[in-house]
């Protein structure tokens, strides 16, 4: 059952952009947020950027002033803008859901990732 699907990802030039697409199948309880995961091979999945319900966000270091995480909430679609890319970027890229049951249990979700490589 898919309820999260990526897309967007390619193959871009040191310095190009992409944007990726988050689209959310199903409709939650209740989000708590939303946000973009990396993992390249042999390494640990990292988050990259997050937003939350409320409209907060926050980025790991190494994205700062490159990235930007948005949603469009009409869509039920979440996005990752990416510029000025590094082949340091290369890694599939994850769309993950954090929800709340009507109990307050927590749970998360996740696509089946898209890639992004970053190369001459």
């Known amino acids: 059952q898919v309820q999260l699907v990526e897309s967007g990802g390619g193959l871009v030039q040191p310095g190009g952009s992409l944007r990726l697409s988050c689209a959310v199948s199903?409709?939650?309880?209740?989000?708590?947020?939303m946000g973009w995961y990396r993992q390249a091979p042999g390494k640990q999945r990292e988050l990259v950027a997050i937003?939350?319900?409320?409209?907060?966000?926050n980025y790991t270091d190494s994205v700062k002033g490159r990235f930007t995480i948005s949603r469009d909430n009409t869509k039920n679609t979440l996005y990752l803008q990416m510029s000025s890319l590094k082949p340091e970027d290369t890694a599939v890229y994850y769309c993950n859901v954090e929800t709340s049951g009507w109990r307050g249990q927590k749970y998360n979700y996740w696509g089946q990732g898209t890639q992004v490589t970053v190369s001459s």
């Open positions: 199903r409709t939650f309880f209740r989000i708590n947020a």
């Open positions: 937003l939350t319900t409320g409209g907060s966000t």
